[in-house]
């Protein structure tokens, strides 16, 4: 088993920055994949960005790149998501979650799930 635990989350005005943690405990860290995913007020999950085990593998979303950036510290066990430039639109419970393989984007391909931090971007 995986636990993760997110923190980092809050209200902020649109243009400001957030940036969330997801710490890992219980099995290696490093072998896992993360990810990040959010769901918006009546919104389906959806997929934000996802790193490699060993983090030389980033993948985001097409509405959070040039914005948001994962990055991961093993001997931590911890993976960051930095997110600038906020909008409304990104006003989400986000979730970060592990997966015991290679990187993928959908929700279903996680194993471990994180129990979210609310993010708000006020207008």
């Known amino acids: 088993q995986v636990q993760l635990v997110e923190v980092g989350g809050g209200l902020v005005q649109a243009g400001g920055s957030l940036r969330l943690s997801c710490a890992a405990s219980g099995r290696t860290f490093s072998n896992y994949a993360m990810g990040w995913f959010r769901q918006g007020p009546g919104k389906d999950r959806e997929f934000v960005t996802t790193?490699?085990?060993?983090?030389?593998?980033?993948y985001y979303a097409d509405s959070v790149k040039g914005r948001f950036t994962i990055s991961r510290d093993n001997a931590k066990n911890t993976v960051y998501l930095q997110m600038n430039s906020l909008k409304p639109e990104d006003t989400a419970v986000y979730y970060c979650a592990a997966r015991g393989s290679t990187v993928v984007t959908a929700p279903q391909g996680y194993n471990y799930w994180g129990q979210g931090t609310r993010v708000t971007v006020s207008s």
């Open positions: 790193i490699s085990r060993a983090g030389t593998s980033k």
